[in-house]
């Protein structure tokens, strides 16, 4: 006998037994918000995996600049404190504070430099410290301008006739002055070290000294722009000595370097000097430790190009900053710097915006080395997820299917035919992106082959 199947959506009577057919737990549909909660889970871990990433290798590179450094200078209102005011407050305006310490010249720097003192950065003169020892972690990051040797005397021509005189008191610089070490070692080669007694005065006192008689000769080794070298060179009473065979000189001094003074170059209307004069110079040496942060070497090299633009009485006018006169080893990115210039984002940027992106750029590598499986696997175990939620209701029909097959009576069809509209009913309700609109009307066409088996195994 044929056994007329009840309607395909009717609910199963609810006094009527439980079915055993009905899967315990249905599968919940991809309505709407569960889609979009999908798609918030997956994006979200590969962001927070981009993420992770970024945070370990952002420890694993540089750490960031220092906001302070200390840089050794020199005497009050010498040539090195008055470079010194201005690269801290070229670097005070990119966020970075300088302390400058105030120190007796180049060979106190020096030591700082070399010793255990919280020294970065420090005003060198050429020749201090030379040649440098082996294995030194100091470099040089430029020469920033040429110093003069001025000597003066109240009755001194030439340094030559030093030797017709006896009793010569020569102030040859303070204890720690580069201006002593070089005045050593050039009276060491002319001969003159044992017919001088020097004197260790420097700046405005040595100045005095000269005018006051107390000595014969002083000695500098700094810019013509210093108030006690102006003064002198202003002063008729005194004399701007002269060096014979500077030539022959120079070469035994390979860290100096003739300087030619025009007369009336220094004061024209004063005719300073009176005549064309031939004198020595050194470079000035900006000098750092070699474990200072790149960072900060860029930004004083950076600042170096605004500061050091040579002088126009010496003729060295756009030679400076260089990275020739250097006798200690040039760093890498003073090398680089002067070989390409500042990388673009320290020529557009900001200190700290510059350094962010250049701190940024070393993660590239990891990142793509990440991001490369991300894009090209994601996209697949995306789709994979969300046809996932369509595929698994083929194991209800499965089920549904095999139930139907065992049922012995019209109760136990009529509960597969309840369980059948119930998933028809909630496939019907997912919602899915476009492209995987085909999947689900394939699911929905397989529900409708099941219930149409079903219903033509009932009427036969």
């Known amino acids: 006998m044929s056994l007329d199947p009840p309607p395909p959506a009717a609910p199963p009577a609810a006094d009527g037994p439980s079915s055993s057919l009905r899967p315990p737990s249905p599968s919940r549909p991809l309505v709407p918000s569960a889609v979009t909660s999908l798609r918030v889970a997956f994006w ?16 694993l590179v540089d750490p960031a600049p220092p906001q302070r450094m200390r840089i050794a200078t020199g005497i009050e209102d ?51 410290g030379s040649p440098p020892p082996p294995e030194t972690p100091l470099r040089s990051l430029a020469a920033l301008a040429i110093e003069p040797l001025w000597v003066f005397s109240r009755d001194i021509d030439r340094l030559s006739q030093v030797e017709t005189r006896e009793a010569v008191r ?12 070089f005045m050593f070692r050039l ?21 005095d000294a000269l005018r006051s008689g107390t000595v014969d000769l002083v000695a500098y080794v700094t810019s013509p722009k210093t108030p006690w070298v102006r003064d002198l060179l202003a002063d008729p009473a005194v004399r701007l000595v002269e060096f014979d065979h500077v030539g022959a000189l120079t070469r035994r001094l ?35 430790k070699g474990g200072l942060h790149p960072a900060v070497k860029q930004l004083l090299l950076q600042v170096s190009t605004s500061v050091a633009r040579g002088d126009a009485v010496l003729g060295t006018r756009g030679e400076f900053p260089s990275a020739e006169l250097v006798e200690y080893p040039l760093d890498t990115e003073a090398e680089r710097y002067f070989r390409y210039g500042p990388t673009p984002a320290r020529r557009y940027l900001p200190f700290w915006a510059a350094n962010l992106v250049e701190r940024f750029w070393v993660l590239v590598i990891p990142l793509a080395t990440l991001l490369i499986p991300v894009l090209r696997f994601g996209p697949s175990t995306l789709q994979w997820s969300i046809r996932r939620r369509i595929y698994r209701w083929y194991r209800d029909l499965r089920d549904l299917e095999a139930a139907a097959g065992a049922a012995t009576s019209e109760a136990e069809v009529a509960r597969v035919l309840a369980d059948l509209a119930e998933v028809e009913k909630q496939v019907s309700e997912i919602r ?24 033509q195994s009932l009427a036969r």
């Open 78 to 128: 010498g040539f090195y404190d008055r470079l010194g005011r201005r690269f801290a407050f070229l670097m005070r305006r990119e966020g970075v504070e300088v302390e400058l310490i105030e120190t007796a010249g180049s060979r106190e720097n020096l030591d700082l430099l070399t010793g255990d003192a919280a020294i970065d950065a420090a005003f060198v003169q050429g020749g201090v």
């Open 44 to 59: 979200s871990s590969i962001v927070l995996s981009v993420l992770a990433v970024v945070t370990v290798a952002w420890l």
């Open 254 to 288: 390979p860290f100096a370097t003739p300087v030619e003074l025009p007369a009336r170059v220094i004061d024209y209307p004063g005719r300073i000097p009176q005549t064309d004069t031939t004198i020595m110079g050194v470079a000035t040496v900006l000098m750092v």
């Open 170 to 181: 020569f102030a040859i610089g303070a204890e720690g002055s580069g201006t002593r070490q």
């Open 432 to 455: 899915v992106p476009l492209a995987f609109r085909d999947d689900v009307y394939r699911l929905r066409t397989h529900v409708a082959f099941v219930r149409e088996e079903l219903t």
């Open 187 to 207: 009276l060491a080669i002319t001969g003159l070290d044992g017919r001088v007694e020097t004197l260790d005065l420097d700046g405005a006192a040595a100045a």
